[in-house]
Structures are given as C-alpha cells and as structure tokens.
C-alpha cells in the first residue's frame, strides 16, 4: 500500500490538491502497477517561515536561487 506524503508552502485550494492526489495516484497505477484503492496520498502544508534549506530560513534562498515552484510563499 503506497502512502505518499507531499510536503509543500500553503496555499494550494482542495481542488488543486485533488488534482495533484490524482495525478499522483494514476502515475503510480501506471508506472509502477500500483492499485489506486490502495494508494494514499498526504498533502502536509508547512509555512515558509518553517522552511529552511542548507541551514538558512527559505526566504533568503530563495533570493539566491531559483525556485521550481510557481506557487512558492
């Protein structure tokens, strides 16, 4: 049984975390033969202020480097 945990900056509404669980699910079905009924998928909201990368808070790399995330705090 697949649990996937997606952690990721507030902001998203229900509808595009549904779209995300789904894409989620089907590509585990598809790729890796995965039963969708048996797929979990976990949306864990974490503020930016609680956000660190290599020891420094989030905001100040994200000034240094590019961000993949379009939906970034």
């Not at 290599?54 to 905001?59: D, Q, W, Y």
């Not at 790399?61 to 961000?67: E, G």
């Amino acid at each position: 049984m697949p649990m996937v945990k997606v952690e990721l900056f507030p902001g998203r509404s229900p509808e595009k975390k549904a779209e995300l669980a789904k894409a989620i699910t089907e590509a585990l079905d598809r790729i890796g033969g995965m039963t969708p009924a048996a797929t979990t998928v976990i949306f864990v909201e974490i503020p930016s202020n609680d956000w660190f990368v290599a020891g420094e808070p989030f905001n100040i790399c994200l000034s240094q480097a590019p961000i993949a995330s379009r939906d970034a705090d």
